[in-house]
């Protein structure tokens, strides 16, 4: 065996070796066995990723794990809870004093942080535990009461950061909303036969998306069938979307469609669209075409349904909200489920008239323009969502559904 050495290795290449290999356990770390590098194994491996990269890491690696050790999923939120909001102010503490240059906060500031930390959980009665994102926050309002000379941080100063701590796709999409109301690629005014302001939200899900949509009704190009086609770079949950509202469409119209191509456009949807939450707006324009009813364009929507006309709950509907007042719409439709989850101030929400939806036919009743053709495709329409909800009910129960919780 070689004498061991203390001095560093300055370079290594990979060479065959033949022989034993010794483990040196030393108090000193790594050394050299008979030309091998040898390291003590006493080590604690702590890795982190998304659910999507699960599928990457290796079986064995994986089997270890689980084995040996645990695989943890961490929350992104916790409880509003009296105890958890005086953590986030100790946060907030800590960060000012971890800094050591920005002044304290005012209690007034503090309650503008736990605010955002309530808006940023997304869900209603949490607060988010994206603590960096927060953190960064914290600093920004500082700098900014810094330089304007406060003594001491102000809740001015938390809302003009939250301007200048902005994510780049928040940036992206401010600017991208500026440029769409520009060239009039959405409207905010009027009304338009199949077409309709459909709401998204950008891949991390903290800034919302304005996504016209329209519905346009023509010859089928095959003699045996109709077709829907929808444009636009869809992911797979879009266009598997797309395809249960077309079910629901044949089933609520009424109008043998079969000799038609319907073709639905995401217009201007560069960075693709993907989820269910267009849902509601693509059955509107849909319908909107085929009966030729126009939609309300101070309106903008957002919500997945079902394939028996219900409309369910999505994510990212405090962004979604907040784009439709930036955007200047009057009026915006979500899901009844997300009602609680909206977290803006009382000025933004004092912009815009939020209307909770259950089914179908209640988004129709909101953002179609109201008439005797309107009136009368609605009544028939709420018969047959009734019906589609109500009837399984009765199957299982044996009589008439019992509309009582």
Known sequence: MHKLTTKKIMSMEEVDYTGNVYNLKTSQGTYLANGVAVHNCDFVLVAAGGYQDLEHVHPALRSRIRGYGYEVYMNTEMDDTPDNRKKIVQFV??????????????????????????????????????LRDLGGLVRAAGDLAKEKGHLLVLPADVYDARISARTLEQQMVSKSLEQKKEYEVYKSVGFAI?????????????AGLILPIEAEIAPAQSSSEGKLIATGKLGEIAKEAVQNVSALIKKLSGKDISKHDVHIQFLQTYEGVEGDSASVSVATAVISALEGIPVKQNLAMTGSLSVRGEVLPVGGVTSKVYAAVKAGFSEVIVPRANLEDIVLSKKELNGI??????????????????????????????????????????????????PSP
Do not use: C, M, W, Y
């Open 194 to 206: 199949g077409r309709v302001n459909g709401l998204a939200v950008s891949g991390d899900g903290d």
């Open 353 to 402: 008239k939020v209307i909770p939806v259950s089914t179908l036919k209640e988004v129709l009743d909101h953002s179609l323009v109201r008439g005797k053709k309107t009136d009368s495709f609605l009544k028939e329409l709420g018969k047959l969502i009734e019906f589609s909800v109500t009837k399984p009910l009765e199957r299982v129960l044996g009589g008439p559904a019992d």
């Open 93 to 130: 503490a800590q960060e000012v004093l971890k800094d050591g240059k920005i002044p304290q906060f005012t209690k007034e500031a503090v309650e503008v942080i736990l605010f955002e930390a309530k808006r940023r959980a997304g869900r209603k009665g949490k607060l988010t535990l994206k």
